[in-house]
T-cell receptor
Framework: DGGITQSPKYLFRKEGQNVTLSCEQN?????MYWYRQDPGQGLRLIYY???????QKGDIAEGYSVSREKKESFPLTVTSAQKNPTAFYLC?????????????FGDGTRLSIL | AQSVAQPEDQVNVAEGNPLTVKCTYS??????LFWYVQYPNRGLQFLLK??????LVKGSYGFEAEFNKSQTSFHLKKPSALVSDSALYFC????????????FGSGTKLNVKP
């Protein structure tokens, strides 16, 4: 079955450390997204990519970086510059050329600070 | 600016009673509207969407939603709630001129009590 796989499910970061969250999809979607979810705040967009080798900052990109070298993969790096990284991170994908289609989501990675 | 509002952080309903989860939106142009459900430590699952046509949209698990253009609302409804419907619900909008971006409400926690 097609879908989005996020790994790991739980991740712990030490002070000053960069960590990378994996997101892989086999839906053949061009567009991919990273969201951060905090309790009571809904979803906030970190980065999104419409096509391979291209990506745009979302609303809260500071302290994060991404790459899009393959259509299937959109990893997110949480850098040491992100001072409050504890959150639930969700990856999503969609078909950009058909705007009546919903996003598909992975099951998330929960990041905590050691 | 585009925005989606879910005015209730939490909705409590008894099993077997009808439920409504409210959503209002403010966008430029014609919106495409979506409802998603999220269970603990999981990603968002698509429930239903409104594109054009009939103002009452039917979706998964017996849910439906009513689109009201004059009130810019898209409320989620179910005639008879189940305990298993207890979850976090998100309303989202996608706009035609920038259909690569989705705007999410802050979420409403639905509690269905036996």
């Amino acid at each position: 079955d097609g879908g989005i796989t996020q790994s790991p499910k739980y991740l712990f970061r030490k002070e000053g450390q960069n960590v990378t969250l994996s997101c892989e999809q086999n839906l053949n979607h061009d567009a991919m997204y990273w969201y951060r979810q905090d309790p009571g705040q809904g979803l906030r967009l970190i980065y999104y990519s419409q096509i391979v080798n291209d990506f745009q900052k979302g609303d809260i990109a500071e302290g994060y970086s991404v790459s899009r070298e393959k259509k299937e993969s959109f990893p997110l790096t949480v850098t040491s510059a992100q001072k409050n990284p504890t959150a639930f991170y969700l990856c999503a994908s969609s078909i950009p050329e058909y705007s009546n289609q919903p996003q598909h989501f992975g099951d998330g990675t929960r990041l905590s600070i050691l | 600016a585009q925005s989606v509002a879910q005015p209730e952080d939490q909705v409590n309903v008894a099993e077997g009673n009808p439920l409504t989860v409210k959503c209002t939106y403010s966008v430029s142009g014609n919106p495409y509207l979506f409802w998603y459900v999220q269970y603990p430590n999981r990603g968002l699952q698509f429930l239903l969407k409104y594109i054009t046509g009939d103002n009452l949209v039917k979706g998964s698990y017996g849910f439906e939603a009513e689109f009201n253009k004059s009130q810019t609302s898209f409320h989620l409804k179910k005639p008879s709630a189940l305990v298993s419907d207890s979850a976090l619900y998100f309303c989202a909008v996608r706009v035609v001129y920038n259909f690569n971006k989705f705007y999410f409400g802050s979420g409403t926690k639905l509690n269905v009590k036996p």
